[in-house]
């Protein structure tokens, strides 16, 4: 990268933490301050920084405008697709990626099992809401006020004997997998499936979507599938990684 780049690059971590003036910038660079007023000029005249009526500079409101425009045009599966095979390739079992749209959560995303049971899963189609791993990571990542609105709003059906049965049961595993940040369903929608499953971040922190890998007693018992919980958590920051273009630490 070239130094100018460089540096005019560096002027926008620097006023992210506030308002700083010529010389505080040419300071922090280690440059005169002509270079410093003339990388400040470039990055005014593209709308990146705002010079304001105190003198100093502060971060423009095309920076955020590109911001979000690149947000809203990130694609969670496109991201993600690569690592879920991946993953499905160590593992053997069938993983899915979800989101949470409209008030409800569905499967965008789908790598198929290697072994001859398959799921009933489908792209596209929503998940059993009050049971399924993904779909609590996604509401568990919700505000409590906004999280017992949808509590109190959904049914619960007995799919099986493990099934959550009422509102205030799901609140309070919502709460421990916020707490926990990864979540399972162990025989809730079907006695012979269990899942674990770990969230995929954005930028900000917020839960996007969320993944997990499925297998039924058949070919794994609930106790071998919980081991693969490490591996599905650094999949999960792997891609929230890629996705937010932040390198937090890893989680295990």
């Known amino acids: 990268?070239?130094?100018?780049?460089?540096?005019?690059?560096s002027i926008l971590p620097l006023l992210a933490q506030g308002p700083a003036d010529l010389g505080q910038v040419a300071e922090r660079l280690g440059v005169h301050k002509s270079t410093a007023l003339r990388l400040l000029r470039t990055l005014h005249e593209h709308g990146l920084v705002y010079r304001q009526q105190d003198q100093r500079y502060r971060l423009g409101a095309r920076l955020f405008a590109l911001a979000q425009e690149a947000v809203e045009n990130l694609d969670v599966r496109e991201i993600a697709h690569s690592h879920l095979v991946a993953l499905n390739d160590r593992c053997?079992?069938?993983?899915?990626?979800?989101?949470y749209e409209e008030q409800e959560v569905l499967y965008i995303d789908k790598v198929e099992s290697r072994y001859p049971v398959r799921m009933y899963s489908r792209i596209g189609k929503p998940v059993a809401i009050t049971v399924a791993a993904v779909a609590k990571l996604l509401l568990a990542d919700l505000t409590e006020p906004e999280r017992r609105v949808i509590a109190e709003k959904l049914d619960y059906p007995m799919y099986t004997s493990r099934s959550t049965p009422n509102a205030a049961a799901f609140l309070k595993e919502l709460a421990v997998v916020r707490e926990q940040g990864w979540a399972t369903d162990l025989g809730g929608h079907e006695e012979s499936i269990n899942c674990v499953g770990a969230p995929i971040r954005g930028a900000d922190g917020r839960v996007v979507a969320a993944?997990?890998?499925?297998?039924?007693?058949v070919v794994v018992t609930a106790e071998e599938l919980l081991t693969l919980l490490?591996?599905?958590?650094?999949?999960?920051?792997?891609i929230s990684?890629?996705?937010?273009?932040?390198?937090?630490p890893k989680k295990v």
Request: proline share 5%; net charge positive.
């Open 1 to 9: 990268m070239s130094q100018t780049v460089d540096r005019a690059l």
């Open 241 to 248: 990684r890629e996705y937010s273009g932040i390198n937090r």
């Open 92 to 99: 053997g079992h069938t993983v899915h990626l979800a989101v």
């Open 211 to 217: 993944m997990s890998v499925s297998a039924p007693n």
């Open 230 to 238: 490490p591996l599905v958590r650094r999949t999960a920051e792997t």
